[in-house]
């Protein structure tokens, strides 16, 4: 890829699709990942740990589901107020999976974007994009249109996604081992001149994500695949735009393979 | 430099974790059993059955004196008020608010903001070290920490474990107009009344196990068997476990208003008449005598040989007391249970049946002749409406819209 070619969403969604048939072992952590969540949701829909549904909206709603970093949506959540005055055993096995669960994610996530973007892995980076995620995760807002409040929920929506736009090469730039400070301002910097493409792929993907997610038994895994694409097309786009990590911090030498080191 | 992980190693940890997680799951299913049920008055009616009977409890007989009392607001109109529940040393009594208090001194382990227009019930759960308690909050159900989780920084943790909201289903009764029939708890599953059906949830989680198409009566479970009421057909009988439809208890008496679950078969309480059957044998039938019987029908409470009742004829409500064994009417008092929006349900103990009465307080009336023992009628300028009683050991406890009361034998 070469920097100034095409970043339409449709031009960058499909070069994603074409990098991820050129590393499919990508796709493949993905989908492992996803089948891993699938499993926790499993097993959480048998215990007797209350656990919170992912999709419990029927009827004909419309969701966005676009979450600035690349993650796999997870059937079930967990509470933290359910936690309390657990049995240890339940207590040990609950947590447990809750954290299984977000390893499986950023390993797949961060080791993706890795992979794609030619990056050698580091574990303190891998952290930081997980801490990242959980406190996007806990801190971005839901915006619901409906009712009476929903002229003011249209203008949340647009600040909301105005945001998120600029955002959208975020999750490259922390891959990239770069700080969560430098990493916000860069990813602001760069989409700058993108708005309306990068919209393209966070309604494209959002939307693919708010489908496939909210298949029964199988949401993870139908979100994983949304999330390799994700990842990708985050690649192509830190590519096309060309500004990549600073000489200063560019002494990793690139991974020819996954996102994780032999 | 922290080292970072190879391919190879991820994948060893990622594997061994989801093996431990397995293991430890199968451990903790397989050393967390089922808890046993517990002791007190741990919802409506005392027990799953309905009977409002506590056979081993010596509750005030002859005289009655305040052991505690502690305000609270349960004000919610006019009528009568859900009845307290009793357990693990707690009393619990809802209104506009919901109090935890406790059972020796009546002081306030917590107190929290609901809305919820029928009594709570205790459940003991699987997972917990505690039990979990539902009570109805804006039409939803919730499971709380019977204990009330803890605070910090003035703002309860833990407290909510799980909810189940009224949409998708219809409206729950909790908390509607109607305010429903409070929940029943047996055997790990609390029996709600969501929309037009009966929802069974499990205790612990709040998933929904069964739902089943049912009128609005309080369900009665007895040996595994849910008994539901439904239309003008009579009784639904199903597995407690699955919900599935074994039997139904056909009648032709009517509207079903109310059922217990007696020693030997099942007493109805249809609008008019009370009948006792047993399989699909109808055992007795008992007729109140009132040309339009069809204004007031409520709870039955059944000990181990008469059944308690509210009746009305040609002039006026009475608590009656018929023969378990032929339904033959043993007495009837003119101390007549509340008879809005139904007749409130009496409780019997110690030979002793007690009822909240139409003109404000509860009465104590003899089991075996219906004289009036007593009547409490609580600390305000006048009787105000009372909750049905719950009894647990030597003690009743008992709201009103102000305050929620611990008698004891005087």
Known sequence: MKEGQETSALDLLSAGLGRLRARPQVAAWFLLAGSAVTGVDLLRADSPVPAVSGAEDSGLNVRLEFWILVTILRGTGLSPGALVDLQFPWLAVTVGLEVFSLAAIVAASYGGLCALLGEEPSLVAGVRYGAVLVALSTLVPEVTLGGAGAVLGIILLVVVLSVVVRLVPLPGRLAYGESVRTALGRSWTQSGGHGWSLFGVVLGLGLANSLLASLPLVGPLGSSAVAAVHAAVVAVFLERTGRRKPAASTTHRPSAQTGLSR | ?410
């Open chain 2, 1 to 410: 430099m922290v080292p970072t992980p190879t391919r190879r190693q991820v994948l060893t940890v990622g594997g061994t974790a989801a093996a431990a997680l397995a293991g430890g799951y199968a451990f903790a299913e397989r050393t967390t059993g089922d808890p046993d049920t517990l002791e007190g008055w741990p919802m409506s009616r005392g027990n799953p059955a309905g009977t409002g009977y506590a056979p081993d409890a010596t509750p005030p007989r002859d005289g009655v004196t305040v052991a505690w009392k502690q305000s609270f607001e349960g004000r919610l109109g006019f009528g009568y008020h859900p009845s307290p529940v009793v357990a693990d040393g707690q009393v619990y009594a809802v209104g506009e608010e919901l109090v935890a208090l406790n059972t020796d001194t009546g002081d306030i382990e917590f107190r929290t903001r609901t809305n919820g227009q029928t009594a709570p019930a205790i459940a003991p759960v699987r997972a917990y070290n505690s039990p979990t308690l539902v009570v109805g909050d804006n039409g939803d159900a919730m499971g709380l920490h019977a204990d009330g989780g803890f605070t910090v920084l003035g703002s309860a943790v833990g407290r909510e474990r799980w909810r189940l909201s009224a949409t998708g289903g219809g409206t729950l009764s909790f908390g509607s107009s109607d305010p429903g029939p409070p929940p029943v708890v047996a055997d790990g599953l609390v029996l709600l009344r969501r929309g037009d059906a009966v929802v069974a949830v499990t205790a612990s989680d709040g998933t929904i196990e069964w739902e089943q198409t049912a009128e609005s009566m309080r369900p009665v479970v007895s040996e595994g068997r849910v008994y539901l009421n439904r239309d003008f057909s009579g009784i639904l009988v199903c597995d407690l476990q699955t919900g599935e439809r074994l039997d139904t208890i056909e009648t032709d008496d009517g509207w079903v208003a109310a059922a217990a679950a007696g020693p030997d078969g099942v007493v109805i309480n249809t609008y008019g008449k009370v009948l006792r059957v047993t399989g699909e044998t109808v055992d007795w039938r008992y007729t109140s005598g009132a040309d339009n019987p069809n204004t007031h029908a409520g709870a039955v409470a059944v000990d181990d040989g008469a059944v308690y009742t509210g009746i009305r004829d040609e002039e006026r409500d009475w608590l009656v007391a018929l023969d378990l064994k032929d339904g033959a009417e043993l007495w009837r008092s003119k101390a007549a249970p509340e008879p809005s929006p139904a007749y409130t349900p009496p409780a019997v103990a110690n030979d002793t049946v007690y009822i909240p009465v139409e003109d404000g307080g509860i009465a104590a009336i003899d089991s075996e002749e219906g004289r009036v023992r007593w009547r409490f009628e609580g600390d305000g300028q006048e009787a105000l409406p009372m909750s049905p009683v719950a009894i647990v050991d030597d003690r009743l406890y008992v709201a009103d819209s102000s305050y929620v009361y611990a008698l004891e034998e005087s």
